[in-house]
C-alpha cells in the first residue's frame, strides 16, 4: 500500500517549497499531491507553524490521504471503507427535512435522529453519480443502483423515499397566479400599501400577514408542480440509503486528529463521551471483529467530522459514521462501475 496526501495549499506560500510548475494551481490554492515518504512531506507541517506564526495565514488549507493498493493487497482484504466523493447542498434541513436534536449528543451535537423523509433539492445532486451525498452525511441512491443493490442481494440497508422540495418554493412568487395572492394584493390596496410600492412588502411581511403568505406560496407551487406534471417533465428517482446497524467499533491502530501533522492532541476535536473521535481520518480504519457483524454495509458507532463551524455552513454540516462493506459490496460496486466513490482497505483486529 502506498499512502500519498493531497493538500490544498496557500498559493502566497506555495514556493517556500514547491516549483512553480508542480501541482495544480486552482485560484488562491495549489492542489499537490505527495507521497508520505517523500523528504518534504514533513517540511508541509513545519511551514503550516511557521507560516501561520509569522502571518496569521495557513500555509495549507485541506488535506486528504489517498492509498494506491496492489491487487492482491484488495483481494485480501476482510473489509473495506466506502468513501462517498459526490458531496452536494443544501442538506436536508434546508428543503424541510426535520431532525430530532433532543436525541442528540449534549456534547458534541452528534447523532441527532432523521424525524422524518429525507426532502432536498434534487436539481443539485451532481451529475452523472447514482450515489451521493450531503454535507450533512444525508446518502442517496439512483433508482438504478438501487434495483441493482436489490437484485443482488446485498444485505444490511434500506432504501427510502427521498421527497424533492417543492421546485418553486424558492422562485420569486407571482401572487396573481396564486387565489390567495390575488386575496393578498386586495387586501393590501385596502390597507393603503398597494403591490408594488415598498409599503405593500412592508405590510406583508407583517406577522399577522404571514400565515396569508405562507399559503400563497404553497398555492404557488402545486400550480407549476401541476403545469409541470402536465408537460410530462419529472425529477429523477432517488433513495436514501439507511444502513441498518450502527453497531461497527473503531479502534486502535485507526488514527484521527485534525490532519497529518496534528493528532489533536488537547482533544479539541473529540467528545468526551465517546461519539465524536476526531475531525478527520488520518489513516486506514480498524474496526474490531467482534462488532463487524455479517451485513455487507455496517456503519461504525462512533463519528467523525463537527456538528461546529463558523461560516455560511454554521450548524449545517453534521457529523458522519464511516461506513463500511463486505468484499462482495466492494466486487459489486466494481462491476456495477459506479462513480464517485473511493475504496479503502479496513482492518478487522
Ligand atoms: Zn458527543
Request: net charge neutral; with cysteine; charged share 25%.
Amino acid at each position: 500500500m502506498k499512502e500519498i496526501v493531497e493538500f490544498r495549499i496557500n498559493e502566497d506560500f506555495a514556493h517556500r517549497l514547491f516549483a512553480d510548475n508542480e501541482g495544480t494551481k486552482l485560484g488562491i490554492v495549489r492542489k499537490i499531491v505527495i507521497s508520505v515518504g517523500d523528504p518534504r512531506f514533513g517540511r508541509i507541517g513545519e511551514l503550516q507553524k511557521e507560516v501561520t506564526a509569522a502571518t496569521g495565514h495557513a500555509f495549507f488549507y485541506g488535506n486528504r490521504t489517498l492509498y494506491r493498493y496492489s491487487e492482491s493487497e484488495f483481494a485480501d482484504a476482510p473489509c473495506f471503507q466506502l468513501i462517498i466523493g459526490a458531496t452536494f447542498e443544501p442538506p436536508g434541513e434546508l428543503c424541510g427535512t426535520k431532525y430530532d436534536e433532543s436525541t442528540a449528543c449534549l456534547q458534541c451535537g452528534a447523532g441527532a435522529a432523521q424525524a422524518s423523509d429525507l426532502r432536498l433539492d434534487l436539481r443539485k445532486v451532481p451529475k452523472g453519480k447514482e450515489i451521493a451525498t450531503t454535507i450533512a452525511d444525508e446518502i442517496i441512491v439512483s433508482q438504478r443502483l438501487a434495483e441493482r443493490m436489490t437484485d443482488a442481494g446485498l444485505t444490511g440497508f434500506e432504501l427510502r423515499p427521498v421527497r424533492h422540495k417543492a421546485r418553486y418554493e424558492d422562485d420569486p412568487l407571482d401572487l396573481h397566479q396564486a387565489p390567495t395572492g390575488r386575496e393578498i394584493l386586495r387586501k393590501a390596496e385596502t390597507a393603503g400599501s398597494p403591490h408594488p410600492t415598498g409599503k405593500f412588502w412592508v405590510w406583508l411581511n407583517r406577522a399577522e400577514n404571514r400565515v396569508l403568505l405562507e399559503q400563497a406560496r404553497a398555492e404557488y407551487a402545486a400550480v407549476k408542480t401541476e403545469a409541470n406534471r402536465r408537460k410530462g417533465t419529472r425529477m429523477p428517482v432517488w433513495y436514501q440509503l439507511v444502513v441498518t446497524a450502527n453497531t461497527a467499533e473503531i479502534v486502535a491502530p485507526t488514527r484521527v486528529g485534525i490532519n497529518p501533522f496534528d493528532d489533536d492532541p488537547k482533544g479539541e476535536c473529540r467528545c468526551p463521551l465517546g461519539d465524536l473521535i476526531g475531525l478527520n481520518l488520518l489513516s486506514e480504519v480498524s474496526i474490531s471483529v467482534a462488532s463487524r457483524g455479517e451485513a455487507d454495509i455496517v456503519c461504525s458507532r462512533q463519528f467523525i467530522g463537527t456538528r461546529h463551524v463558523v461560516g455560511p455552513q454554521a450548524g449545517l454540516l453534521r457529523p458522519r459514521r464511516v461506513i463500511l462493506i463486505s468484499p462482495k459490496f466492494r466486487e459489486f460496486l466494481e462491476s456495477e462501475k459506479i462513480k464517485g466513490v473511493v475504496i479503502e482497505v479496513a482492518h478487522l483486529v
